[in-house]
């Protein structure tokens, strides 16, 4: 890979469901050019030093993937053909290993295991042709990971800059039955609106996820700063220097944070977990961790503002009786969290009825495959008339 580092080239982010704008305006910020979301994937494009900006900075993206090669296709047998033409010598060497994973999306290809399999061939004759060896496949650590994207139309060819999914941060050693998705708990937050100007509070912390994450936007703190590495990190183009001046760059960017963010949850196991998580990601000074049940408890500073994020047990992996547990989850923001906006996430639909509140937002997303919804709910001080009567 000789690229200058100057040089433009388009990639793609991957992305959960329901973040592609979020994410959008991620990379805006981040300052990607020609930014376009669509389904679970944003497209922009940036250079090399903002492909290692992306990896460390974005909080809603999977990974980045670096198209190298488009071609129009009529079958699956025209993978071969386009792989081999693939300049690879570009990309790794003999001694390399790669792997590659296929989505297909043709309506006559046999499967993905064997597109996936096409495309190998291609490669390895490309090598086998030039230089009378081949490098191998390893599935589990290759210093070049290959994504295909197969339509009945066009074959789209991209290198993996990320390795290792995105919402593998680093910083979790230890989890609880249920925990959420680092990425998910992220583009929560965003869809909160959280950016850190008040207090926050996660009354069913679990491992933390929730508190860390947001702990890291209130900061503006990189999300991968913990990883252990990336793919781009064994590419012939690695560029050390430019790594390390884009992570100073973004770590010069961080920012006091004058408020609280508190966790509680009722399990003294889950407690140590979150605690331990919190001290792996460095963030013990900005995150209180305590063992309270949140239905036992009353909002701490009465007169500021709150803000409340939660991912509640939906019934599916921990037994509770739903209907009652989320009549307490209203009552308790009703008695005690006013001047409080609640957020949280279930993919169990009826009972969001049970909390006898109405919500003021829902967003559809999905925890792994359970289709969910993200509710809010605005609890005032008073009345809703009498808040209105107070800021008019």
């Given at each position: 890979m000789n690229n200058n580092n100057q040089d433009l080239f388009p990639m793609v982010a991957k992305t959960l469901f329901g973040f592609e704008e979020i994410l959008a305006k991620e990379l805006k910020q981040l300052g990607a050019q020609s930014v376009q979301a669509g389904v679970r994937n944003v497209r922009f494009v940036g250079?090399?030093?903002?492909?290692?900006?992306?990896?460390?900075?974005?909080?809603?993206?999977?990974?980045?993937?670096?198209?190298?090669?488009?071609?129009?296709?009529?079958?699956?047998?025209d993978v071969y053909k386009v792989m081999l033409d693939v300049p690879w010598e570009d990309y790794m060497t003999n001694d390399h290993t790669f792997a590659i994973r296929a989505t297909v999306m043709m309506q006559k290809a046999q499967n993905s295991m064997y597109v996936a399999q096409k495309a190998k061939d291609g490669l390895v004759d490309?090598?086998?042709?030039?230089?009378?060896?081949?490098?191998?496949?390893?599935?589990?650590?290759?210093?070049?990971?290959?994504?295909?994207?197969?339509?009945?139309?066009?074959?789209?060819?991209?290198?993996?800059?990320?390795?290792?999914?995105?919402?593998?941060?680093?910083?979790?050693?230890?989890?609880?039955?249920a925990p959420i998705n680092e990425v998910l708990a992220a583009g929560i937050l965003l869809h909160s609106?959280?950016?850190?100007?008040?207090?926050?509070?996660?009354?069913?912390?679990?491992?933390?996820?929730?508190?860390?994450?947001?702990?890291?936007?209130?900061?503006?703190?990189?999300?991968?700063?913990?990883?252990?590495?990336?793919?781009?990190?064994?590419?012939?183009?690695?560029?050390?220097?430019?790594?390390?001046?884009?992570?100073?760059?973004?770590?010069?960017?961080?920012?006091?944070?004058?408020?609280?963010?508190?966790?509680?949850?009722?399990?003294?196991?889950?407690?140590?977990?979150a605690q331990q998580n919190v001290q792996n990601a460095n963030l013990s000074e900005f995150v209180t961790i305590s063992q309270q049940d949140f239905f036992h408890t009353q909002k701490e500073h009465e007169e500021k503002p709150l803000h409340m994020v939660f991912n509640p047990p939906y019934g599916e992996r921990l037994m509770i009786d739903v209907d009652v547990f989320y009549k307490r989850i209203g009552n308790t923001l009703k008695q005690s969290y006013a001047d409080t906006n609640a957020w949280f996430i279930t993919s169990n639909l009826e009972a969001i009825k049970a909390v006898g509140l109405r919500p003021s937002r829902k967003i559809k997303l999905f925890n792994?495959?359970?289709?969910?919804?993200?509710?809010?709910?605005?609890?005032?001080?008073?009345?809703?008339?009498?808040h209105k009567l107070k800021i008019n």
């Open positions: 250079d090399t030093g903002f492909m290692y900006k992306a990896n460390l900075c974005l909080r809603t993206a999977l990974r980045i993937l670096k198209p190298v090669r488009k071609r129009p296709i009529s079958s699956e047998h490309r090598f086998r042709n030039r230089t009378g060896s081949r490098p191998s496949v390893d599935k589990d650590f290759p210093d070049l990971s290959i994504h295909l994207y197969v339509t009945d139309t066009f074959l789209e060819v991209s290198l993996d800059s990320s390795g290792t999914s995105l919402h593998q941060r680093g910083y979790r050693t230890a989890t609880n039955i609106g959280w950016n850190g100007d008040t207090n926050f509070l996660d009354p069913m912390c679990g491992s933390g996820t929730l508190l860390i994450e947001a702990a890291m936007i209130a900061c503006n703190i990189p999300p991968s700063l913990n990883r252990k590495e990336f793919a781009f990190q064994k590419w012939l183009d690695w560029d050390d220097d430019l790594y390390t001046k884009i992570e100073e760059s973004a770590l010069k960017k961080v920012r006091e944070f004058p408020h609280s963010i508190v966790g509680y949850d009722k399990a003294p196991s889950a407690v140590r977990k792994g495959k359970l289709e969910s919804k993200l509710v809010k709910y605005e609890l005032y001080s008073g009345t809703k008339k009498i």
